[in-house]
């Protein structure tokens, strides 16, 4: 009996358990219940596509969106301090940081990139609301100054896509300092002369709004995304009245001139190039002159490869509009 229960079935679960389909084939709108198919969904840039509901994306998924072919180089950030208060409620600190590494396979909750979008170069942050609620803390204090300085240093505009449950209260005081340091950050940016482009994405609340995230010289957001420093709850809660249809959506910030604009996820990296264009003094971009391409051919080796002839006869096409 031993035998059977302790060899043979494990052996016949972990061949079965094997070929089980994955759950995550069929994703369901959480707006409207439709059941998306994977690909469709990702496809569509993680917008749902029976209700327009823009659901949440990763940082690694919306720069390969973003840049030209998919193709940007990670900036590094300084590793902060690991755990500085020793902070523990149902789990410790350093687990909870744990987990949430092995959930999104990511460092941190903002990745830091540099590329170039419609052949414009940038430098992009993007907050990643997957790691523990895209809470603000040291680390993403430290990754909003090395693009800035990244920026600067490169003489191109910051674009930075905002989300986020406010700041990580593992980090207690610390995490609030990241408020004067990346408004400092900003500062830099806005002193050399460069844009400084704020694309706010749902959620964007708490202390990320008390700081970088309402400081752009554009303020772009996302449609329905919810944009607040306290959520309607509580603030239905302290003042005792229900609040207006779309309170603190991007919407309704849109009419109360909060914002400059709000783009639909994919048509945001056109005004994205226009816009950074505009503001840097390049010309407007070549419509239709970016085609993806082939998935195997790397675009940065791609000019370095070919024999010189081949690239003189490109590059007027390519750089004609520009003068
Ligand atoms: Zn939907």
Redesign the pocket.
Known sequence: MNWISNYVRPRINSLFSRREVPENLWIK??????M?FHRELSDNLNV??????HMQITPRERFSALFDGGVFAEVSVPDPVEDPLKFKDQKRYPERMKDAKKKTGEKEAMLVAEGEIGRTPIVAACQDFSFMGGSMGMYVGNAIIAAAERAVKLKRPLILFSAAGGARMQEGILSLMQMPRTTVAVDMVREAGLPYIVVITHPTTGGVTASYAMLGDVQIAEPNALICFAGPRVIEQTIRESLPEGFQRAEYLLDHGMLDRVTHRTKMRDELITITRMLMKHPPAVMGDLPAPEPDVAPPADDAGKPPEVAAEAKPETEAPKE
Do not use: A, I, Q, Y
């Open positions: 709108c959480p707006e409207c219940g439709t998306l749902c596509t029976s209700c327009d509901h």
